[in-house]
């Protein structure tokens, strides 16, 4: 593998291995859309979501570093509740749902995270997951539909 004309041997476009990467990207956006599909139809009214998910809004929480805002996380939740119980727990109790998310999120973003890296969904996913867990007893997985950090 070689690069591409222009890079003068500096980091960019790579030639040789074709266009494999491009068509894995497109080919995972493709699903991922498929996949989202009906989070969006439930929420226009369009289609019926189970009713095991919860879906909230986005959420946005500073990426503080020392004494200055650095950027933004901004992450969309949908929750995932154990039984029809946890379900119906999780929908009275979607105000202090959502001020546990705002509360691990900021967390997480002043500990492990910054605008000028990619975003650990994992490690983001496993403290959320802490979080709603210590909070409402049915909850049983947050799954990150969006995740992005910007810089200010």
């Known amino acids: 593998m070689r690069p591409s004309a222009g890079t003068n041997g500096r980091a960019g476009g790579m ?38 998910f919860m879906p909230m809004a986005e959420i946005a929480v500073p990426i503080i570093d020392g004494s200055r805002i650095e950027g933004v996380l901004r992450f969309t939740l949908v929750l995932r509740a154990r039984d029809a119980a946890g379900a119906a727990e999780m929908v009275r109790d979607a105000a202090r749902l959502r001020a546990v998310a705002v509360g691990a999120g900021l967390d997480f973003a002043r500990l492990r995270s910054s605008p000028y890296r990619a975003v650990d969904c994992a490690r983001l996913a496993d403290s959320l997951d802490v979080a709603f867990r210590a909070a409402i007893p049915g909850f049983d997985r947050a799954l990150i539909v969006k995740v992005s950090a910007s810089p200010q």
């Open 15 to 52: 030639v040789g291995k074709g266009r494999s990467w491009t068509r894995s990207i497109a080919a995972l956006a493709l699903l991922s859309g498929w996949a989202l599909a009906p989070c969006a139809d439930a929420e226009e009214g369009g289609g019926a979501l189970d009713p095991s």
